[in-house]
């Protein structure tokens, strides 16, 4: 199955100081791959915290993120007629944060933001770091996962994203709530519907000890049958996991009925048909 029709909306370079490879090689794989679009999407530097908690394992510093949006907008131009590149960002939801995040948002000409929930007041939802506290036990998983789709839920209706990312993100480990948080689910299904903000589809779980895509096929199933808009993304945090397992995303999604995902352009959505794929 050819991935050529589609685009590749979830990417990070050597900035966030955990992924491989510059702006400009993801950009050349995704044009190898013949792919349509490609976004970068670095992690947004930590706004949220002082400077001297600024940890350049994780994401850019502040001062680095003019040079990022350059190289992007660079790209842009010279790559123009071979591949799209879109001007993204992965950007962290921290609630009461959201007035400083807007303004960083504004600064710059983003095709496509990506909201991401991996801090909870303290807590980083995904790190290694944060295993000790998932192997705690089924109450704590419990907790975390509850006070995950609350703060995921104020993320959809702020305003802020175009596209949430890795939606059921505390699976990463493989630690699950013992009980179903229906409600919590529930409700944000309803704020995705209300807003319009589309899930990314991505194969990035593929690649982490849960072994399996963001969100999982059951979210997957309801968000499709509730005709929430998807776009694919690999995450990818080297080169060469750009588009990755690309034709599988498609055919699970094809297979729930999908017909098309959305890819960004200054912000605003456009549709790229699977069939063409
Ligand atoms: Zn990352
Ligand atoms: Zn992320």
Do not use: N
């Not at 997957?220 to 080169?239: E, I, Q, Y």
């Not at 750009?242 to 890819?263: C, N, S």
């Amino acid at each position: 199955m050819r991935v050529s029709a589609l685009a590749d909306l979830h990417t990070h370079t050597f900035r966030c100081g955990h992924a491989v490879g510059t702006e400009e090689e993801y950009v050349r794989q995704a044009v190898r791959l013949g792919l349509k679009a490609v976004a970068i999407t670095d992690h947004i530097p930590f706004y949220w915290l002082p400077p001297e908690a600024h940890d350049p394992t994780l994401a850019m510093a502040p001062e680095e993120l003019p040079a990022y949006v350059e190289a992007v907008l660079q790209l842009k131009g010279r790559y123009r007629g071979r591949v799209e590149v879109l001007l993204g960002i992965e950007a962290d939801y921290v609630e009461g944060h959201e007035h400083t995040l807007a303004q960083i948002l504004q600064t710059y000409p983003f095709d496509v933001v990506l909201g991401s929930v991996h801090w909870l007041a303290g807590f980083w939802v995904d790190a290694p770091t944060s295993l000790p506290e998932y192997q705690k036990g089924p109450e704590r998983v419990q907790q975390i996962w509850a006070r995950y789709w609350q703060t995921l839920e104020k993320a959809i209706r702020s305003g802020l994203f175009d596209v949430m990312a890795h939606l059921d993100l505390p699976k990463k480990f493989g630690f699950l709530p013992a009980e179903p948080l229906t409600e919590l689910e529930d409700a944000v299904l309803q704020a995705l519907l209300e807003t319009g903000v589309a899930v990314e589809l991505s194969s990035a779980g593929r690649r982490k000890p849960v072994g399996e895509d963001y969100p999982s096929p059951r979210w997957l199933a309801r968000l499709a049958t509730a005709g929430v808009p998807v776009v694919l993304s690999s995450d990818a945090h080297a080169p060469h996991e750009v588009g990755f397992a690309f034709a599988l995303l498609q055919q699970q999604l094809q297979q729930l009925g999908v017909r098309e995902v959305l890819t960004f352009r200054q912000r605003q959505p456009l549709a790229l048909s699977l069939a063409e794929g």
